[in-house]
């Protein structure tokens, strides 16, 4: 008798008892059925720590790991990567205004609007709270990303239609661009987080690139 992941399969000799051979295969069954089980079960506990439980997209943790290794084949490659900075403009009036549970509605449906501005090479996750980060891995130039970015702003800037309630929320982007804006994970955020306080500030509904003096 042996049994392989997922199969099983029956060598069976002359002359032993019907039941033992009956009990081999009913054990070899059991064994099989408990390792698809446990495969099953450890990929589901996987994709339930690499994504945001609200909204579906990855989170955090998948972000800094996608992110460390866009950056290495991007400087394997000689080719700039873009991170997207997004912070919904009065999202907290929604929060205010109708309640938890419609904000997090809203922030299922931004994240919808998101996947269908970008490609399926590039990263979308939930930050925290109505922020989000878009990495795009292989682009030519740092100035493609302003593309992905004015889909962002028109695709947002649609009403939401939640629970018979018209939303208007708007994004403020800020960008970055491995490598000239910083060769780390931790500086790339930092200044595309920086670039969108100055989308805020320049009347929100816009993307702002990273310029140094932003750290002045």
Do not use: W
């Amino acid at each position: 008798l042996f049994t392989s992941a997922g199969n099983a399969e029956f060598l069976l000799y002359y002359g032993l008892p019907l039941s033992m051979v009956a009990a081999a295969i009913l054990i070899a069954l059991g064994v099989a059925d408990r390792l698809r089980e446990q495969r099953v079960a450890l990929s589901e506990a996987e994709r339930h720590a690499q994504t945001d439980a609200l909204t579906g997209v990855l989170n955090r943790r998948s972000l800094i790991e996608r992110l460390d290794a866009a950056c290495a084949r991007a400087q394997a490659r000689g080719l700039p990567i873009a991170l997207l900075f997004i912070d919904l403009d009065h999202f907290k009036d929604v929060n205010d205004s109708l309640g938890h549970h419609v904000g997090d509605l809203l922030l299922q449906a931004v994240a919808n609007r998101l996947k269908t501005c970008i490609r399926e090479e590039d990263t979308l996750c939930r930050q925290s709270g109505d922020e989000y980060v878009i990495v795009l891995p292989d682009i030519h130039e740092g100035y493609d990303a302003r593309y992905v970015a004015i889909k962002i702003v028109d695709a947002l800037s649609a009403p939401f239609i939640v629970n018979e309630n018209e939303l208007v929320v708007t994004p403020s982007i800020g960008i970055s661009i491995f490598p000239d804006d910083g060769d780390g994970i931790d500086v790339l955020m930092r200044n595309a987080d920086s670039a969108m306080y100055r989308a805020k500030t320049s009347g929100r509904r816009n993307f702002q690139f990273f310029m140094p003096e932003l750290d002045q």
